[in-house]
Nanobody, 119 residues
Framework: QVQLVESGGGLVQLGGSLRVSCVVS????????MGWYRQAPGKQRELVAM???????TYADSVKGRFSISRDNAKNTAHLQLDSLKPEDTAVYYC?????????????WGQGTQVTVSS
C-alpha cells in the first residue's frame, strides 16, 4: 500500500514564506509526476504546481514567480516553497503522485496541510 503524507503548513503573515513537503512511502516501483493542488473554502481544487520525474516544472499563473516546486527522488519527497504569500493563497494544500506498483499506475493523494495567510 502506498501512502503520501504532507507537512509544513501553518499560519503566516502577508508577504511571508512557507515550505510544504510530502513524502511517498510503502510498496511501489516508481514515482512519476508529483503535484501540489489547493482547495479554498467554497472553491474547487486547483493545480498549483507539478514536477515530472525528469524535473520539468509547471505552475499555475497565479503562483508563477512566487512558488517553487522541487523533488528529491532519492527520498521520495516533493517540496513546495511558497514565497510572497497573499491572503488568496489561503487553502488546504494537497500533494499527489503518480505511482507505479505491480498492479499498475495509480494516483495517490495526501490528507492535505492547511496554509493560512493573514493580512
Amino acid at each position: 500500500q502506498v501512502q503520501l503524507v504532507e507537512s509544513g503548513g501553518g499560519l503566516v503573515q502577508l508577504g511571508g514564506s512557507l515550505r510544504v513537503s510530502c513524502v511517498v512511502s510503502g510498496s511501489f516501483l516508481n514515482i512519476y509526476d508529483m503535484g501540489w493542488y489547493r482547495q479554498a473554502p467554497g472553491k474547487q481544487r486547483e493545480l498549483v504546481a507539478m514536477i515530472s520525474d525528469g524535473g520539468g516544472e509547471t505552475y499555475a499563473d497565479s503562483v508563477k514567480g512566487r512558488f517553487s516546486i522541487s523533488r528529491d527522488n532519492a527520498k521520495n519527497t516533493a517540496h513546495l516553497q511558497l514565497d510572497s504569500l497573499k491572503p488568496e493563497d489561503t487553502a488546504v494544500y494537497y500533494c499527489n503522485a503518480y505511482v507505479s506498483t505491480d498492479d499498475g499506475v495509480f494516483i495517490t493523494w495526501g490528507q492535505g496541510t492547511q496554509v493560512t495567510v493573514s493580512s
